[in-house]
């Protein structure tokens, strides 16, 4: 159905666009609803349960009928449980005025450019980058800075980087570590003296730490800790990813008292408090054994490895090594311009349609040479997948 003429949407919402990877799922859905059997690397989320604690304290909360409104930032236990979590695991000193629950980490990060950037600032954002940084920011009425990476660096963003970026209509810079899409992790050394370069110079140093707690080969780090800069950093956490919490929307953010105030502002006037069973159930996951998530941690490093070892077996297939994560970022270009592909985009689209594995191209989260594989998956999906890209990439040359 098309459009009434005389409907004209704002120029706000025509600024974005629906989210990239939607084709490519709306045709894995199509395939799938005619029992097409796929083996599927597109959603990036855990295939993990919620742990059972969680889901008892929700349950638990329901019956004892905390079924109302609370506050808009939360009730004073989930907010005390997130600066808690945090300060014990990376030493920061936030206090519960300066934390604000969230329906999800996205809309943390919705809220906080909605907040700090004005029309005309620029946002600085290392690519490859998730694909969502580039609408929020747009949608603010800012203009994303893309800053290139080096995969033979394994994407290392450093401080002499973002700074040749920066302009006088620099307000923000976005770091994401563990990294969606390529799983890279800022070093701890770079993501400081980023973090300090971002104070000097009056930015905002914004940290989607959604994977912080899914690295492999180091112990998990905040910027926050250089909590001398603590004015211009903003904290954007999730709870998706490190609990299997996806589909209950749970995020904060944690910033300066003047940011999370204006946040709470713009959230009592859109969804009010984040939904109060959610947050008896954040609770629950924040402050009891933190055991789950080190077990889900080493399935997906498990996992990864066996991803690692089965592209070994693709020749012309190269990748990085996530250190963090559920992604495999690996570079497709030695296959353009054979058996009619041309871009990574086509690969995408003809893994679905002949060999029935779906992943994400590159091209959204900025950079062409690539496709994303979420490996949050079963061992056997692990195994189906990784043969029927043998056969189709073998069959490119
Ligand atoms: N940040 C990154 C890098 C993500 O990949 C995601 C989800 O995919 C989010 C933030 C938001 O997660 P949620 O809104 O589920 O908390």
């Known amino acids: 159905m098309g459009m009434p003429a005389s409907l004209t949407l704002s120029e706000r919402i025509r600024r974005i666009e629906v989210s990239a990877t939607m084709a490519i799922t709306a045709e894995a859905l199509r ?4 029992g097409v059997d796929l083996a599927d690397f597109g959603a990036g989320e855990p295939h993990f349960s919620t742990p059972e604690h969680i889901k008892r304290a929700a349950i638990e909360a329901i019956e004892r009928n905390y079924t109302r409104y609370t506050a808009v930032a939360g009730i ?12 014990a695991d990376f030493g920061t000193d936030y206090t519960p005025e300066e934390c604000v629950f969230t329906t999800g980490g996205k809309l943390a990060l919705f809220n906080a450019i909605e907040v700090l950037v004005e029309h005309g ?3 600085i954002v290392p690519v490859p980058a998730w694909v969502s940084y580039k609408d929020i920011i747009q949608f603010a009425g800012g203009t994303p800075v893309f800053v290139e ?5 394994n994407f290392r963003v450093t401080a002499t980087m973002i700074e040749a970026a920066i302009t006088p209509k620099t307000r923000a810079i976005i770091l994401n570590s563990p990294s969606n899409p390529s799983g890279a992790i800022i070093a701890k050394e770079d993501l400081q003296n980023i973090v300090r370069l971002a104070h000097e110079r009056g930015i905002y140093a914004l940290l989607d730490e959604c994977y912080v707690y899914l690295c492999f080969d180091s112990e998990p780090v905040s910027g926050a800790s250089v909590t001398e800069c603590k004015e211009h950093i903003v904290v954007l956490g999730s709870l998706s990813k490190s609990y299997a919490m996806t589909g209950w929307r749970a995020g ?17 006037q859109s969804t009010s408090n984040t939904n109060t069973v959610v947050q008896h159930a ?7 054994s933190q055991q789950c998530v080190a077990e889900m941690r080493a399935g997906y490093l498990e996992i990864r490895d066996k991803v690692l070892e089965g592209f070994k077996s693709i020749p012309g297939l190269t990748c990085t090594v996530p250190q ?3 992604y495999v970022y690996p570079n497709v270009s030695a296959f353009f311009g054979k058996g009619g592909v041309q871009t990574a985009s086509d690969i995408a689209a003809r893994l679905l349609s002949e060999a029935h594995v779906v992943c994400v191209p590159g091209e959204p989260f900025g950079t062409a040479q ?4 979420s490996y949050a998956v079963s061992s056997n999906v692990v195994n189906e997948g990784i043969k029927r890209m043998q056969s189709f990439f073998g069959s490119l040359r």
């Open 252 to 268: 904060f953010a944690l910033g300066p008292k003047p940011v999370i105030s204006a946040m709470n502002k713009l959230q009592s």
């Open 149 to 153: 990476t080096s995969e033979a660096d």
């Open 324 to 326: 963090g994560a559920f």
């Open 121 to 123: 600032d620029e946002v």
């Open 76 to 87: 004073p236990e989930i907010r005390r449980a997130i600066v808690d979590r945090h300060a």
């Open 282 to 288: 954040s609770i629950a996951a924040l402050t009891g």
């Open 31 to 34: 395939l799938k609803s005619q």
């Open 370 to 373: 690539h496709i994303r594989l």
